[in-house]
């Protein structure tokens, strides 16, 4: 089986992270905007894996991207209870609508 | 095959993540997330990550994506029955149309123009790395010898951080504790 070329996987990436980051800036759902964030982070784990595959034999981009994730799972465990607490308080998750440091 | 493998799984990853982006049902985000992440998955086994794949969907799918589910649903406002003898009717959705497509506009902006650069430099760039030969081979052993000798430090703190992110997240989301005075009155 012929390998694919690994520029597709950049170039993959790369579209993945801008719509990521065009997720961040645009939407207003504070969870959305964490849902963007995971985007852009699966978009730098996917260019990991694709020059990773050159190193077989210390799979150093794998190990990097593996960490990754793992700390993008406790990011986003915390952010979810931060998000909570904000709903509790406000009754409102729109970031929009969070003007005030006091209430 | 490969190819139209590769072709098929950045097609789900590029649909899933522009559903997203376009859609404005919190849930229906989530769940084209999900598609998402099962394009990465898959693109992950074409670049020889079997591994990586699969806690992909273990991680990904079955927990970051139930706890994001949880947190739409446990944020979910109902929509407020429309008070027709309102005074100040239109006076926040008309602010925030305005406020909308300048967002757009600025957002894909900075989006567009990021990948236009990241795009034409992968086309100018040549890495002398990937013209290389690669071969298929399961990474599991590499993974796991790895993992206890060059990556046993980041491997305990990544377990630290799990732990302390656990505790962490209890801790905020758990409901206010009550007071006696407040209890009462």
């Given at each position: 089986?012929?390998?694919?070329?690994?520029?597709?996987?950049?170039?993959?990436?790369?579209?993945?992270?801008?719509?990521?980051?065009?997720?961040?800036?645009?939407?207003?759902?504070?969870?959305?905007?964490?849902?963007?964030?995971?985007?852009?982070?699966?978009?730098?784990?996917?260019?990991?894996?694709?020059?990773?595959?050159?190193?077989?034999?210390?799979?150093?981009?794998?190990?990097?991207?593996?960490?990754?994730?793992?700390?993008?799972?406790?990011?986003?465990?915390?952010?979810?209870?931060?998000?909570?607490?904000?709903?509790?308080?406000?009754?409102?998750?729109?970031?929009?609508?969070?003007?005030?440091?006091?209430? | 095959?490969?190819?139209?493998?590769?072709?098929?799984?950045?097609?789900?990853?590029?649909?899933?993540?522009?559903?997203?982006?376009?859609?404005?049902?919190?849930?229906?985000?989530?769940?084209?997330?999900?598609?998402?992440?099962?394009?990465?998955?898959?693109?992950?086994?074409?670049?020889?990550?079997?591994?990586?794949?699969?806690?992909?969907?273990?991680?990904?799918?079955?927990?970051?994506?139930?706890?994001?589910?949880?947190?739409?649903?446990?944020?979910?406002?109902?929509?407020?029955?429309?008070?027709?003898?309102?005074?100040?009717?239109?006076?926040?959705?008309s602010q925030n149309?305005?406020?909308?497509?300048?967002?757009?506009?600025?957002?894909?902006?900075?989006?567009?123009?990021?990948?236009?650069?990241?795009?034409?430099?992968?086309?100018?760039?040549?890495?002398?790395?990937?013209?290389?030969?690669?071969?298929?081979?399961?990474?599991?052993?590499?993974?796991?010898?790895?993992?206890?000798?060059?990556?046993?430090?980041?491997?305990?703190?990544?377990?630290?951080?799990?732990?302390?992110?656990?505790?962490?997240?209890?801790?905020?989301?758990?409901?206010?504790?009550?007071s006696s005075r407040?209890?009462?009155?």
């Open positions: 089986m012929q390998p694919v070329d690994s520029h597709l996987f950049l170039v993959v990436g790369a579209a993945l992270f801008s719509i990521g980051l065009a997720v961040v800036l645009l939407k207003r759902h504070a969870i959305v905007v964490l849902m963007g964030i995971e985007l852009m982070l699966n978009a730098v784990n996917i260019n990991l894996v694709a020059f990773s595959q050159y190193d077989p034999d210390r799979l150093q981009g794998q190990m990097l991207s593996l960490f990754v994730m793992v700390v993008a799972a406790a990011e986003s465990a915390i952010a979810l209870a931060i998000v909570l607490q904000v709903y509790r308080h406000f009754r409102t998750a729109q970031l929009d609508e969070l003007n005030e440091l006091n209430y | 095959m490969v190819q139209v493998a590769f072709y098929a799984f950045s097609a789900l990853t590029l649909v899933g993540a522009l559903a997203v982006l376009l859609t404005r049902n919190v849930l229906y985000a989530a769940f084209f997330l999900l598609l998402t992440l099962f394009g990465v998955a898959g693109l992950f086994v074409l670049a020889s990550a079997d591994f990586l794949a699969i806690a992909q969907i273990m991680i990904y799918v079955g927990g970051v994506l139930v706890l994001v589910i949880f947190g739409i649903m446990l944020t979910h406002k109902p929509d407020l029955p429309i008070d027709i003898n309102s005074q100040q009717p239109n006076r926040i959705a149309r305005v406020g909308v497509g300048a967002g757009w506009v600025i957002a894909l902006l900075v989006a567009g123009s990021l990948f236009i650069a990241l795009y034409t430099l992968l086309a100018r760039a040549n890495f002398i790395l990937l013209s290389r030969p690669v071969g298929w081979q399961s990474t599991m052993n590499t993974i796991g010898k790895q993992l206890m000798t060059e990556y046993v430090v980041p491997f305990e703190i990544a377990g630290i951080l799990l732990l302390a992110a656990l505790v962490g997240a209890t801790y905020l989301a758990a409901p206010p504790i009550k407040n209890a009462t009155s």
